[in-house]
């Protein structure tokens, strides 16, 4: 089955250490996203990638770095700069950068808490 | 600015009842609209997908309108059980390659 694949379920950071949240897609999307979700707050955005070897900052960027080396992964680093790192983060794609006429798919999440 | 609203943030309803959750937008040039469903700890799934030129789309007891000039989208469950409670979420769609989202209403159906 196609779909996004987020790993791990759980992370946790201590401080001054970066982490890296993992992202595949085998749907073949040439767009993927990250979010973040805190409660009580809307998602929001903080990469996106349209092609590979290409992606722009969100609304939130500061603190979190991206690569996009292949069509399939789009993995997160959280750096030791983003002081608020605990978070609900959530990887998408869609066929294209404006869902198209199929929409975005999302992954399962990766919960990250600072210890 | 671009932004979405969801009223009511939370919903308790007894199972059977038909309900209707509401998404309201500020910038009625959406490309379009879509509706996911989260379980708590889990990721977005999506329920419908409603294009710009499209006024509803349906999927079994599901139905979800869209009305760009009074800029709200409306998604109706029929017959509602206690496996629908979760958090629905809208999103929208413009022509700057990213999601505008809600904040959600979270349903609870009660036997």
């Known amino acids: 089955d196609g779909g996004i694949t987020q790993s791990p379920k759980y992370l946790f950071r201590k401080e001054g250490q970066n982490v890296t949240l993992s992202c595949e897609q085998n749907?073949?999307?040439?767009?993927m996203y990250w979010y973040r979700q805190d409660p009580g707050q809307g998602l929001r955005l903080i990469y996106y990638?349209?092609?590979?070897?290409?992606?722009q900052k969100g609304d939130i960027a500061e603190g979190y770095s991206v690569s996009r080396e292949k069509k399939e992964s789009f993995p997160l680093t959280v750096t030791s700069a983003q002081k608020n790192p605990t978070a609900f983060y959530l990887c998408?794609?869609?066929?294209?950068?404006?869902?198209?006429?199929?929409?975005?798919?999302f992954g399962s999440g990766t919960r990250l808490t600072v210890v | 600015k671009q932004e979405v609203t969801q009223i009511p943030a939370a919903l308790s309803v007894p199972e059977g009842e038909n309900l209707v959750l509401n998404c309201s937008f500020t910038d009625s040039a959406i490309y379009n609209l879509q509706w996911f469903r989260q379980d708590p700890g889990k990721g977005l799934t999506s329920l419908l997908l409603i294009q710009s030129s499209q006024r509803e789309q349906t999927s079994g007891r599901l139905n979800a309108s869209l009305d760009k000039s009074s800029g709200r989208s409306t998604l109706y469950i029929a017959a509602s059980q206690p496996g629908d409670s979760a958090t629905y979420l809208c999103?929208?769609?413009?022509?700057?390659?990213?999601?505008?989202f809600g904040t959600g209403t979270r349903l609870q159906v009660f036997p």
């Open positions: 749907l073949n999307h040439d767009a």
């Open positions: 998408a794609s869609s066929i294209d950068g404006r869902g198209s006429n199929y929409g975005y798919t």
């Open positions: 999103a929208a769609s413009y022509n700057t390659d990213k999601l505008i």
């Open positions: 990638s349209q092609i590979v070897n290409d992606f």
